[in-house]
C-alpha cells in the first residue's frame, strides 16, 4: 500500500523559513515523478513543484521561483521543499503528490489528474 505522508508545517514570520518533509512508502522511489501542490484559504489547488527522480528536472512555478527548492533524498524515500524568504501569500495547505509518470515534463508537471497518490497536507500560516 502506497502511503504518503508530509510533515514540516507551522507558523512563520514573512521572511523566515520552512523545510517540509514527504517520506513515501510503498512504490519505488526513485521512479516517479512527484510535486508538491498547495491551497490557500478559498482559492483552488495550484501546482508549485515537480521533481524527477531520474534526472532530477525540476519545473517551479513563477510564484515561489527563486525562494523555494525540492531535493530528494533516495535512501529515506522522503522529498523535501525547502521554502526561503515566505511570504503571507504563501499561507496554504502544502501536498505531496506523486505520479504515475516517471519524469515531470511541460504537459503533465502541473496537473493535479497526472498524480495517483496524495499525502493528507501540511499546514503553513506565515504572519506579516
Known amino acids: 500500500r502506497v502511503q504518503v505522508v508530509e510533515s514540516g508545517g507551522g507558523l512563520v514570520q514573512a521572511g523566515g523559513s520552512l523545510n517540509l518533509s514527504c517520506t513515501i512508502s510503498?512504490?519505488?522511489?526513485?521512479?516517479?515523478?512527484m510535486g508538491w501542490f498547495r491551497q490557500a484559504p478559498g482559492k483552488e489547488r495550484e501546482a508549485i513543484m515537480c521533481n524527477s527522480g531520474f534526472d532530477d528536472t525540476t519545473y517551479v512555478a513563477t510564484s515561489v521561483k527563486g525562494r523555494f527548492t525540492a531535493s530528494r533524498d533516495s535512501p529515506k524515500t522522503t522529498l523535501f521543499l525547502q521554502m526561503n524568504n515566505l511570504e503571507p501569500e504563501d499561507t496554504a495547505a502544502y501536498y505531496c503528490?506523486?505520479?504515475?509518470?516517471?519524469?515531470?515534463?511541460?504537459?503533465?508537471?502541473?496537473?493535479?489528474?497526472?498524480?495517483?497518490?496524495w499525502g493528507h497536507g501540511t499546514q503553513v500560516a506565515v504572519s506579516s
Open positions: 510503498g512504490l519505488d522511489f526513485d521512479e516517479h515523478a
Open positions: 503528490a506523486v505520479s504515475h509518470y516517471s519524469h515531470c515534463s511541460p504537459d503533465m508537471w502541473n496537473q493535479e489528474e497526472k498524480y495517483r497518490y
